[in-house]
């Protein structure tokens, strides 16, 4: 059974940081597109980020471009994300996923990633 555990979401001021995590158990982050997703109330959920694990390309979406990173740790079976600077906007629910496409080619899609973490709170105050 494959699950997802999200960890280390909470509530900053604006301009401070964050690093959630992402263990993975009866599943190894090795094949496919991994990524991070956010939902704030009465939103879509949004793409972030992600790593390709092959070749650990990353990709983002514009608004946290330089801010952002995202990472795997392969022998922890772990996926990361770090935040710096943040700002209200990116308070939201963050969410991990996995098994998603080969190479990543549409990574920003929920609906390519065939697992899923419970998700972890991010809450940015001004």
């Known amino acids: 059974q494959v699950q997802l555990v999200e960890s280390g979401g909470g509530s900053v001021q604006a301009g401070g940081s964050l690093r959630l995590s992402c263990a993975a158990s009866?599943?190894?982050?090795?094949?496919?597109?991994l990524g991070w997703f956010r939902q704030a109330p009465g939103k879509e959920r949004e793409g972030v980020a992600s790593?390709?694990?092959?070749?650990?390309?990353?990709y983002y979406t514009d608004s946290v471009k330089g801010r952002f990173t995202i990472t795997q740790d392969s022998a922890k079976n772990t996926l990361y994300l770090q935040m710096n600077s943040l700002k209200p906007e990116d308070t939201a629910m963050y969410y991990c996923?996995?098994?998603?496409?080969?190479?990543?080619?549409?990574?920003?899609?929920?609906?390519?990633?065939?697992?899923w973490g419970q998700g972890t709170q991010v809450t940015v105050s001004s």
């Open positions: 009866g599943y190894t982050y090795s094949h496919s597109c």
């Open positions: 790593i390709y694990p092959g070749g650990g390309r990353q």
């Open positions: 996923a996995a098994d998603g496409d080969l190479a990543c080619v549409r990574w920003w899609l929920p609906d390519r990633y065939n697992y």
